[in-house]
């Protein structure tokens, strides 16, 4: 099994409309992202011989999600919600990265240094990509 990650940043403001703390304030953050796709077959031939994916693909699909709705946005606006927490932001990732990248299982979102949250469906917890041709 191979286990590729592809990480990016955003800036960002948000707020807990219902939190009992200050999150409930308008803030920003530094948001940290890190994506994984997953698969046991590597491409045979070609320009991506060897490769699960390309990282640059993956790169692209992912600037294009955070100049369009994560870089420099209110999340509680771009993403429609009252309460963006790492939670929501992950699976909303995911959700929107997925039918782009088939073979995306688990999307990890950080608000601070010491705070992480995986978003990974049940679904995927078997995922095997069966669409690359031969090599394990
Ligand atoms: N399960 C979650 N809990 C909290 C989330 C979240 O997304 N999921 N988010 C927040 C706030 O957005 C807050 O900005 C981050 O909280 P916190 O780690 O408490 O921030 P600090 O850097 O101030 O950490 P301290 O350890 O308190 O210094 C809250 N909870
Ligand atoms: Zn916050």
Partial sequence: MFWLEKSFTFEAMHYLTFHDG???????HSYQVTIR?????????????????DFSCVSRVCQNLKEKYLDHYCLNETLQTDSPTSEFIAKWIYEQLKPQLPLLTAVMVS??????VWYQPETTFNNHNTHNSSQE
């Fill in 22 to 28: 200050k999150c409930r304030r308008p803030h920003g």
């Fill in 37 to 53: 796709l997953s698969g046991t077959k590597l491409e045979t031939q070609g320009p991506k011989k060897n490769m699960l994916t």
């Fill in 111 to 116: 608000e601070t240094q010491s705070t992480r």
